[in-house]
Nanobody, 127 residues
């Protein structure tokens, strides 16, 4: 079992920045690829970014490219999502997720691939 807890959300103005963190516990963090998703009211959960167990490969959805950066610190059991140039349409509940992925250089992107999820954290961007 992997327990994931997101932090760092809140209110930001359009054009501003936020950094989300996701702290993992329970299993060896470096055995997992990690991802960030978001879900706006009335919409399906959508992929934002993912990163392989070693950080060598990162994948982004088109709306995140150039604005968001996913990174991880295996010594701290933490994955981050640095968000810049925020837009009101970025408003959503953001979730981190983990996929068992030992020595695999594939960065997953489908919600069905992930084994564990955090409880989510609200990000609100005002115009």
């Amino acid at each position: 079992q992997v327990h994931l807890v997101e932090s760092g959300g809140g209110l930001a103005q359009a054009g501003g920045s936020l950094r989300l963190s996701c702290d993992a516990s329970g299993r060896t963090f470096s055995n997992y690829a990690m991802g960030w998703f978001r879900q706006a009211p009335g919409k399906e959960r959508e992929f934002i970014a993912s990163i392989t167990w070693n950080g060598f490969t990162r994948r982004y959805t088109d709306s995140a490219k150039g604005r968001f950066t996913i990174s991880r610190d295996n010594a701290r059991n933490t994955v981050y999502l640095q968000m810049t140039s925020l837009k009101p349409e970025d408003t959503a509940v953001y979730y981190c997720a983990a996929k068992a992925s030992i020595l695999n250089n594939y960065a997953p992107l489908d919600v069905r691939e992930f084994n564990y999820w955090g409880q989510g954290i609200q990000v609100t961007v005002s115009s």
